[in-house]
């Protein structure tokens, strides 16, 4: 597999959009494997609704981009039947809130029956859909909720969060034959980033977050939105003389712990920025690990900076409240630095 | 609904003993592993099949090896008429490394898929949709096979059942669902459970053919099964059929059975025994000899001590492969 080089001058890079990026995915992995299909409600003729399949009706048909009533735990469960025998669905179900009425098949049916069948049938599913808060989305489209996922054997989760990335991880996706959660945070579908030409043919592992700036002076660990406002924050705290390197974790199950603890091996200092809730989240985990292997590294304790422990509000105003903003990373990158 | 009685089929001798071997098969199992629970060899759950043969063998009897069947927590006669070996299936329950589910799974974790068994299951509803998926998987991929889903009574109140067979109506799926109604939900009578207590008759709801067969003939299964199976393999998309039957022994193993049913209706429903009906009739019929029939009676005897004995004495798994197979080989 390829590793993905994120800052090297490549030939025939393209700019896409993060949406654009993984429909390539999809398109091209359609193409190579007629048992992949997609399932979901208006992702045949009218192209998803954000554009995840738009133009493949029109190449594949209604069998493999196949329209469903609104029966989320159905198709779900459907799909998981499918993966059992033979084929390769990917379940487009717009916000990852929607899939929720499916917990129990994701919970004790795609997680478990791989294991439940001795490693005799694979379960092979594409689980895809947006996350995070944004837009006034309010409370039943803003969920993350993707440590739950990670708190389970059998599943990987991915957040990427740049469309290199989209692309590369979906073909990954596509490819292996375990269940996969690709989550999309919403405030990156039409962020643009460059993407190796198509006969690259790049995939990119799970398991590996990405060096977003090195630094020496504290690691950050950030996850999908995050990523970026931490960046800025991090080349804001650059003026003044503080090389703060992020992490974009991208893998949220597998965990890179490697690139983490080698990270906080060269900074002494760890902060996670998720905009997703704390307790038993992500930053309680990476916190748990680093204590556990890295505990003489450490110049400081690690720090959480998370999203506000509430239901999402609607008004942009309560929503900015419980949103995390670049100032309020650059201040706990300040603390952290004054412990 | 229209009420199948079996009474048109042709049957050769070698089809009738199979029915009939496999009836029994079941039987002896189910009574040598209540046995065995009641010995304490059985750590987990035991819910057994006893009295409802008829359904799963005059199903099975119509599926091909690479159909795949989607079984419940009273699963052990669906996997044995879809062909697991019994020995495998009895040393799953006595969580021994030569279970089916290599002492993984238990009762209701039994997969079979060489066979097309995808599994028993721990919860009630989400095989309905996965035998929809399977079916789908079968269309998509151009091939004749056929998915069949069994589920009790209790699984039809649940929205798996209506959204499983709402799906396979719309894209004309090649899935059989298989509705076993013995009138009790562990020990929910079904008529405290709905309004309408046909379930057949729900077909219409979804716009495909619906059949009621009693669930203890096993010939009345078999012809509803045949058109139901035929119909799904020939492109013309699902059917439900109903058999009407009973458990005669407890929900599982271990549990009482007073209280919300009485002895007279279970020993009632003694006497319309599967395999003792089918016997008679083809003895009447002149389609086996009571010799055939002993013979069977005799070889399934020597399969089920077989596997008892195998049960017994095979090897506890490896403690350090509790934790294998999470994640696929990529
Ligand atoms: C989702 C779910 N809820 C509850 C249970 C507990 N439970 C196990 S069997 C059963 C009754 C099922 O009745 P039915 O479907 O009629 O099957 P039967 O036992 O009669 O064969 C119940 C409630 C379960 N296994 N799964
Ligand atoms: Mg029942």
């Given at each position: 597999?390829v590793?993905?080089?994120?800052n090297g001058?490549?030939?025939g890079?393209r700019?896409?959009t993060?949406t654009?990026?993984?429909?390539e995915?999809l ?6 494997n007629?048992?992949i299909?997609?399932v979901?409600?208006?992702?045949g003729e ?5 554009n995840?399949?738009l ?5 594949y048909?209604p069998?493999?981009l196949?329209?469903?009533p609104?029966?989320e735990?159905?198709f ?7 993966a059992?025998?033979?084929?390769r669905?990917v ?8 899939a929720?009425?499916a917990f129990g ?7 478990k029956?791989?294991?439940m069948?001795?490693?005799r049938?694979e379960?092979p599913i594409?689980?895809r ?8 989305s309010?409370?039943h489209?803003?969920?993350n909720y993707y ?10 989760v991915?957040?990427p969060?740049?469309?290199?990335d989209?692309k590369?991880m979906?073909k990954?996706?596509l ?6 959660l ?12 460059e993407?190796?030409p ?5 995939l990119?592992?799970?398991?590996t977050a990405?060096?977003r700036r090195p630094?020496?002076?504290?690691t950050v660990?950030?996850i999908?939105?995050?990523?970026d406002k931490?960046?800025q924050?991090?080349e804001?705290l ?5 090389e703060?390197?992020?992490l974009?974790l ?7 712990e490697?690139?983490?603890l ?5 900074t ?5 920025v998720?905009?997703?809730?704390q307790?038993c989240?992500?930053?309680?985990e990476i ?5 556990e292997?890295a ?6 304790p ?5 999203g506000v422990f ?5 008004s942009?105003?309560l929503?900015n409240?419980?949103?995390l903003?670049?100032e ?10 004054a412990? | 609904?229209?009420v ?5 089929l042709d ?7 199979w029915?009939?071997?496999?009836m ?6 189910e009574e040598?592993?209540a046995?065995s629970?009641a010995?304490?060899?059985i750590?987990?759950?035991?819910h057994t099949y ?5 359904i ?15 079984s419940?927590?009273r699963?052990h006669?669906?996997a ?7 020995r ?7 969580g021994?490394a030569?279970g089916?589910?290599?002492?993984r799974?238990?009762?209701?974790h ?18 309905i949709?996965q035998?929809?998926g ?6 998509l991929?151009k091939?004749?096979q ?5 589920f009790?009574d209790g699984a039809?109140?649940?929205g798996a059942?209506h959204?499983?067979?709402?799906m396979a109506?719309i894209?004309?799926?090649?899935v ?6 013995n009138?009790?939900?562990?020990e ?7 309004r309408?207590t046909d379930?057949a008759?729900r077909?219409?709801a ?7 067969v009693?669930?203890n003939d096993?010939l009345?299964v ?8 035929e ?11 109903e058999g009407?039957?009973?458990?005669t022994?407890p929900?599982?193993?271990g549990?009482?059975d007073?209280?919300?049913r ?5 020993d009632a429903?003694?006497?319309r ?9 083809l003895l009447?019929r002149g ?11 005799q ?11 195998f049960?017994?004495?095979s090897?506890y798994?490896?403690?350090d ?9 990529s």
């Open positions: 597999m590793t993905a080089v994120q001058t490549e030939t890079m700019e896409l993060y654009t990026a993984a429909r995915a398109d091209e992995e359609m193409e190579r007629p048992r299909f997609v979901g409600e208006g992702i009218r192209g998803g609704n954000f995840t399949t133009g493949l009706y029109e190449k048909g069998e493999r196949r329209d469903t609104i029966v735990r159905g779900i469960g459907m799909c998981t039947g499918a059992m025998t033979g084929t669905p379940v487009d179900f717009m916000f990852l809130d929607f929720l009425d098949e994701m919970v004790n049916q795609i997680a029956i791989q294991y069948s001795s490693g049938l379960m594409v689980l859909g947006c996350i995070g808060i944004g837009g006034s309010a409370t489209h803003s969920g440590p739950i996922f990670a708190h389970l054997p059998g599943f990987r991915v957040v969060t740049t469309p290199r989209a590369g979906l990954t996706a490819r292996g034959s375990d269940p996969v690709f989550l999309e945070h919403k405030l990156l579908l039409n962020a643009k980033g993407v190796p198509v006969e690259a043919d790049e990119i592992p799970f398991g990405a060096i630094g020496t002076d504290a660990v950030a999908g939105a995050m990523v931490s960046v924050a991090a804001q650059s003026q003044e003389g503080v703060i390197e992020v974009d991208r893998s949220i199950a597998p965990m890179d490697e690139t983490i080698a990270s906080v091996a060269k002494g200092r760890l902060l996670v998720d905009e997703d809730f307790p989240g992500m930053g309680a916190s748990a690990v680093v204590m292997k505990f003489d590294e450490l110049d400081a690690v720090q959480r900076l998370n509430t239901p999402v509000p609607y942009p105003v929503e409240a419980v949103t903003s670049r309020q990373i650059l201040q706990a990158m300040r603390d952290l630095m412990e | 609904m229209s199948v009685t079996g009474g048109g049957l050769t001798t070698e089809q009738a003993l029915l009939l071997r496999e029994l098969r079941i039987r002896r199992v040598a592993l046995r629970y010995q304490g060899l750590p987990g759950a035991c006893v009295g409802q043969e008829a799963a063998v005059g199903v099975c009897a119509h599926l091909r090896s690479d159909d795949v069947v989607f419940t927590h699963g006669g669906h044995l008429a879809k062909g697991a070996p019994a495998e299936v009895m040393a799953e329950l006595f021994k030569t089916v589910s290599k002492g799974g238990g009762s209701m039994l997969f079979v898929p060489e066979v097309g068994l995808m599994g028993t299951t721990g919860i009630v509803g989400p095989n949709l035998a929809t399977a079916g789908y998987s079968f269309q991929m091939t004749d056929v998915s069949v889903a069994f009790g039809v109140n649940n059942f959204e499983g067979v709402n109506a894209w004309a799926l090649p059989v669902f298989v509705c076993e109604n009138q009790f939900a562990t929910v009578p079904f008529d405290y459970a709905t309408n379930v008759e077909a219409r979804y716009g495909i053919p619906g059949v009621t009693d669930g096993v009345a078999s012809e509803a099964a045949q058109a139901a199976v119909r799904a393999r020939s492109g013309g998309g699902p059917s439900l059929v009407r039957t009973y458990r022994r929900h599982a193993e549990m009482r007073g209280g919300y009485t002895v007279e209706e279970i429903w003694k006497q025994d599967p395999i003792a009906d089918l016997e008679v009739r009447d389609i086996a000899t009571q010799e055939q029939i002993d013979a069977v009676r070889e399934i005897e020597e399969v089920v001590a077989d596997g008892l004995e049960a017994k004495t090897p798994p490896e403690p492969t509790a934790a294998l197979h999470i994640y696929g080989a």
